[in-house]
């Protein structure tokens, strides 16, 4: 189910990226970056032309049956971010978020 994980920063940079399996990785890597340009894009055109709001939406990015494993994920964000010794920004090296998000995986292949 899940091939691919990744944390973004508010500033439009991946914190943690994750791919199973391991040899289509580069792919991945592409497809997240390529991902975030196209975000970049939506919100540059904002300060542009502010006539149509409804040009911000993205869609669905996850099926809602996927709600459960987004909600795992993103308490163990929560997690991490509260960490005192994680300096927001770094990438993520925290290694309970690791096997969480490899725990997901699996049950996901």
Known sequence: MAVCIAVIAKENYPLYIRSVPVQN???????????????EEKISAVGKAMADQRELYLGLLYPTEDYKMFRKLHNSFTDVMCNPFY???????????????????VQAS
Do not use: C, R, W
């Open 25 to 39: 990785e580069l792919k991945f890597h592409y497809t997240v970056h390529t991902s975030l340009d196209v975000v």
């Open 87 to 105: 300096n927001p920004g770094d990438t993520i090296q925290s290694k309970a978020f690791d096997s969480m998000v490899s725990a997901m995986m």
